[in-house]
Structure formats: structure tokens, C-alpha cells
């Protein structure tokens, strides 16, 4: 009789003629790294975008309102086509939203910046 070996750590197995992991843990961790093998998923793909956006923005909007180049957010892994939400003020500018940290594409003086800004409590309506 062949011996059948666990599919996450190779060891013996015993017991049931249909079993295929030692125990509970041996079953997680594998399919744990199953899943991260393969393809990342579409939402996970989004979600971390958005984290890297909002982390990015962050950093460069300390005060609440700041204006940056934006190959310089770029070049750190922002995407501007990754939001939230959205606010259209009254000259009719709409910022794009990563949660609480805005955005809005401005070109001053031939080049291309990211006015940054922070949600407000007056955004709500």
C-alpha cells in the first residue's frame, strides 16, 4: 500500500482513505499560499491601489491643502484613476477622493500638478 502524503508539509498520513492534510493548520497555510500564488483578484488589486494612493497622498498633504507635482506622485506608484468619491465645487472643479485625501489635476506654468486638500465637513452637501 502506498503511502499518501500531506499536501502542505509532505509528512505520513494516517487515518481516513480521503484525507489530505495532517491537521487544521497544515490545511490553512496551504491554501493560504494557493491563494496568494495565483492571480491577484480584481478587488484586492483595487484595494491596494487605493491604499497606496491614500498612503502617498498622505504624506505629501500635511496641512490640508498642498500643490505638488504630480510626476512626483507618480513616480511613487499613484494612480489618479483610483478614488472614492468625488466633490465638484462651486467653480465647478471636481476633486477626486482617496477616502478623506482629494486631488485635483491643475496645470500651472506648463506643468502638470495635483492640488492636494483635505476632506471638510461643508464637502457633505
Known amino acids: 500500500m502506498e503511502s499518501r502524503k500531506c499536501l502542505a508539509c509532505n509528512s505520513n498520513l494516517q487515518g481516513r482513505s480521503d484525507k489530505v492534510f495532517c491537521d487544521a493548520h497544515c490545511k490553512s497555510s496551504y491554501h493560504y499560499r494557493k491563494s496568494i500564488e495565483g492571480t ?51 467653480k465647478g472643479d471636481v476633486y477626486l477622493f482617496v477616502y478623506e485625501y482629494g486631488f485635483l489635476k491643475h496645470k500651472e506654468f506648463g506643468k502638470e500638478k495635483f492640488i492636494l486638500v483635505t476632506w471638510q465637513d461643508y464637502m457633505e452637501n
Open 40 to 90: 491577484p483578484r480584481f478587488y484586492i488589486q483595487v484595494d491596494n491601489q487605493l491604499k497606496l494612493n491614500r498612503k502617498i497622498l498622505k504624506a505629501f498633504n500635511k496641512a490640508g491643502k498642498a500643490i505638488v507635482r504630480s510626476n512626483k506622485l507618480i513616480e511613487l506608484g499613484f494612480n489618479p484613476n483610483f478614488f472614492t468619491h468625488y466633490w465638484k465645487n462651486t
